[in-house]
Structures are given as C-alpha cells and as structure tokens.
C-alpha cells in the first residue's frame, strides 16, 4: 500500500530512476572493503558504531588533478605546537588546501548524516532493499544518534562532543550552554582527532613537510594532522537533531511497524527535546534564527562570524525541523497511552516553545516576532528570498540588513518546499511560488540548449538561461538539483489541486504543464551524475582522466553513488564542490526515487490512511556485522 501511495503522487509518469539499488549499496556498504561511505569507528568512547562518511576520494584526485591545476601550490610545512599538543600547517597557500582534503577524506558533515539516515531507512522499508552488513536498518541510522547523544565528550576525541559554552566561547545569543546534550553539535565530525591526509603513504607525500613531532607517541605520523573544523551551525544542527532522525523513526515506527507514532522514548526524539531551548535561545527579537553561536569561525577565514549573522535557508531548515517534531510530539500525545506525567509535561513545553519559534511570543529572555513573520517581511524581497541578512543588530542601524548577493538557488527551492506553496500564494498572490521558480530558472538552472537539467549554487555559477531562452553549462549540483526536484513536486500538488471551476484554473493548468517537464528534465538530467555515467560522459568541468583519478566502486552490487557536482568549483558561500562520490547526494537520490518530501511530516504522505506494514528483505549475510 505505501509503494502504492508513493507512486500515486505526481511524479507517477516520470522517468525511474537507474540503479537504485546500486546507488543503495553505496550508502549500506564500507568504504574500505566495497567502496561504500561508511566505516566502523574503532577508536574513543563510541569504538564500535558504524558510521558514514561524507565523500570518497582518492590520492589521485588530490594529488594528480587539484594539485595539477593552474595557479596551485599544494605544498604545506605541518608544525607541531608543544601548548596544545596539536599539528597545523603553517599560513601558506597549501594549508586551506590541506585542510580542505583532510575534512573530506575523514570528515562526516552531520546534515550528510541526516540526509544517510533517511535514505537508509527510505530504502529498507520502502525499496526492501538489503544490506552486506545483515544490520536491522534502524540500528544502523541509530548509531548516528548515539554521536549526537552528547553523553560522550572528550576534549582530545570530536566524535560526538559538542559546542558547549567555555571561557566566553560559543554563547548562544547570549545564553550561556554547559550542558553538553543541549549544545549544537559541530558541523563536521572525524573518526580520530589525528586525521591523516589522502597524500599520505603516497607518491604524492613529498607535497607534506613536516617538522619535528613527539617522540614515542605513534599517533603523531607525518602526513596527519588534527581536526580543525569546529563549527556548530544552526542549519546543520537542525538536520541532524530535528530532520533526520525524526524521518527514519517515522519509516521505521509507523510505515515499517504499522504504528501512529514514534515512541517518545527513541532517542532521536530524546536528543531533539533536548537541544530544543538552544534553538530557541538562538532566535532574534525580529523572528530569525542566527546562524552559529559566538566565536564561530567562517568558512574562509580565520575571523569568527557576526553574531548577528543570519542564514535564510538555515531558517528554513529549523522552521522545517520543528514542524516535523511538533507533530511528531502531537501523534504521541495522541496516541502514547502509557506516557507519565513528566514525559507529558515535557512535550506540551517543546510544542509551546515550537509555537512561538514559529508565530512569535515571549521566550525565556526576549520576544519574538516568530519565523513565519520573518519569512513574510525580511526574508523575502523583490519576489525571491534572500540568501543571508544580519538581524537585531545594534551596529547595522536597522532591525534587519539583507545580503542580496550572491543569490542562493536552495533557498528559494528550500523556501517554496518547506513553506508550501499555498502558503506563499497566499502570502503574495496567485503563482507567485510558481514564479520563483521561473525567476531561478533564469539565473541559476543547468541546461545544455533548450534543455533542463538541474540547477547550480547560485547566480555565480555560469548558470542561468541567455536572452533567447538557452541554459547555460556552469556547473551542475546533484544534491541542490534533488531539491528543485521536490520543490516542483510541491508545486504540482499545489496547482494541480486548482477546483476546474476556479478563475485561475486555466493559469493553473499552465503552470502544471510547465512543471511536469521541468520535473521529467532534471529527473533525466541529475542521473548524469552517476558515478558509472559521469566516467562515461563528457559534462563541461570534467577533470581529464577521470576514469583514472577515481577508480569505480567494485562489489556484489556495483555500488553507484552519485557525485556531488559536476566540475571542482569554489561556491561563493565559503566552500569548494568536487566531482566526488557524495553520501547526500546519493540520499537524495533515495527520496526523489521515493517521492519523499524532507521537508514536511511523513514525507508529505503522513495524512495518508496508515499503510499495511512492510517488513525489509535482507540478503544472505551474516547475522552480526563484520569485525572492523
């Protein structure tokens, strides 16, 4: 029943999409031994957990092409500081390249995690998809859960600690946070705090000088170097606490199990009551949620960002993240009968704080104007939403300071999904969320000629349409293109729905037309970036001999993940894209082969009668998981 729901919506007549199931495998499969994303943790307090990681390279990759590049100096001089025992590359143009290979090599970003959780369960329950490792598949999503728990938090391990508030460093709006299960999460969490670099052990290791490290400690090596990614941000948090976690309990308790909630002892839903007030106390006098507590530092700097700084989409994914918890709380109180007295106070006071998160109130320290009024008056401007802005601060002058450049691609299509199109039309006309899309389309969207494929980051891309309708081949995102994906689909169900009898019906049914094309395009066109279809083809960007650059994924099931751009490219937000295997990338892949909405309780099918149970078909393997 639920395949057949699933395969009701919209996007019924669709092009499939190939090799799911291989795409799957990448996602349930070690990258050690099947060329998959995960890895068995097998150091620090939570040795034992399987884990994934954001990306697979190779030496090659780095050394070969990026190294290779024009204008690059991938030299570096790694120092070990006596004072805190860490080692760092000297200031030089080496060391943000260093940095950069290290993070995604050993680095897991938590709102990847989010988008892994998901996917894993999506394919499980819904695909029946099976797994090498013979892991029940809510098992395995948990474990990320037990990272996020914040019981585990060592000074010398990343894995799991957290933001909390230290000698004036990481206050929350200022609110001071000592509990560790209440602080953000950092963005990036390695395995080690150690963590080796590709070149490493490889033809290319001349590139890495280093100088005198401790005798007698065997885990300072030349070529490793420690973590240096310590950002806790708000939209990353809200993935990984409030998206991911509540989405793969919602598969596993009420679509897998045939269940009406997700008991509120899980600790997903544990580990989100617990960080809700941080999220609160991060919220302005004006509505928006700032981006990261203080002493953050930027992406591309060694400068902490504003305090005041807001992300849009950040915003975007919070409000979405407490909209899937308040009913995730609401179908327990529902539906939970042995809850206690405790338990049920502590829901009713998450949901109260959700409800003046969203329209406004008094919390603890301030009032707020509530994010829905933030999105109505601030955020949107000139019929598109803004991509940053500073909010309620006192040197700007005014209460709000957009930044309107660059533009940003996944807030609009963020923006349009998570608050509904019914919502913006309502907001500002009839069509007006469908003309955000037409409006992006025109500055951000991928294409060859007359062509649709997908979208890019921004309107810096080499992205958009020429005065006679061409797209333009700037560089192409797998992951922002999913997102188009089901904003359009959002779109569909939002038009489509139009009584015949309406006045605007007629513009409706246009509209409809319209996007059912663009849906089928970027369908087509985001499967370029298959792994095995990317080695093929010949996209605008593609790094020469990259065949030899990235050897394929071999195993059982010819895992085929999907790359999360099409060409290397520094994206004007403070990070680069590379043509490399991508865990949410190939998660999306999952929901867009589902028609699973992430932004909306249940996928956007929880209103939908409860379907018949499915119970997940898993291969022969073995009952317990590999020794790692």
Known sequence: MWLALLRSQPAAAQPAIAGLQGSYEYLVSYRSTHGGALYGNSQGQLQGLTLPYSFSDSEQYWGEYVCGLPHTDCAVSDVYDSADYSVRPAPGPGAPLQAERVNVHNGTNIYDAATWQIATMLGAVVNRFGNLLG?????????????LSGAHV?????????????????????VAV?????????????????????????????????GTLPANRPQYQPGRI???????????NAWAFLVGPLHAAYLRYVVADHGAYVPFRDPGIQNAVAVLPTFAAMQSPLGAIYYAPSGTLGNSSDRSVNAYFVSVENNLSVYAGLQILDA??????????????????????????????????????????????FFRSSAWQTGEFVQAGYANDPGAGQEWLAVTEPKAVDVNTWGVAALGPERIDGWFGFGAAFEVWQRLKRWGAYGVERTLWGVGYSDADGNGQTPDGAFRSGVLSAEWTAGAIVMVRSLLRHYGATPRGARVYARAQEFVHELRA???????????????????????????????????????????????????????????ANPLPSTCSTAWILLVADNYDPFVYGGGLAHESAPAPLRPRWPDAPSRRPVR
């Open 518 to 576: 663009d849906e089928t395009s970027m369908i087509r066109g985001i499967q370029e970036l298959r792994f095995d279809r990317y080695v093929a083809g010949s996209m605008p960007g593609k790094p020469a001999n990259y065949q030899n650059l990235m050897v394929e994924p071999t195993g059982p099931l010819a895992p085929q993940p999907y790359l999360y751009a099409s060409s290397r490219y520094r994206i004007p937000f403070g990070w680069y």
């Open 135 to 147: 892991a029940d598949p809510y098992r395995l999503v948990s474990d990320q859960n037990a990272v």
């Open 226 to 236: 420690s973590w240096s990614d310590w950002k806790p941000i708000s939209g990353d």
């Open 178 to 210: 000592t509990d560790p299960r209440a602080a953000y999460a950092f963005r990036m969490t390695p395995a080690v705090w150690l963590a080796d670099d590709p070149l490493k052990d490889s033809q290319f290791a001349r590139l890495l000088h280093v």
């Open 328 to 373: 995730t709380l609401g179908a327990e109180l529902a539906h939970e009968s042995d809850l206690d007295a405790s338990s049920r106070d502590r829901i009713m006071e998450s949901r109260r704080i959700i409800a003046t998160m969203i329209t406004g109130g008094q919390h603890a320290a301030r009032r707020t104007q509530g994010l829905l009024a």
């Open 154 to 174: 060592a000074p010398d391990m990343p894995l799991g600690s957290r933001a909390t508030t230290k000698q004036g460093l990481f206050v929350y709006n200022g």
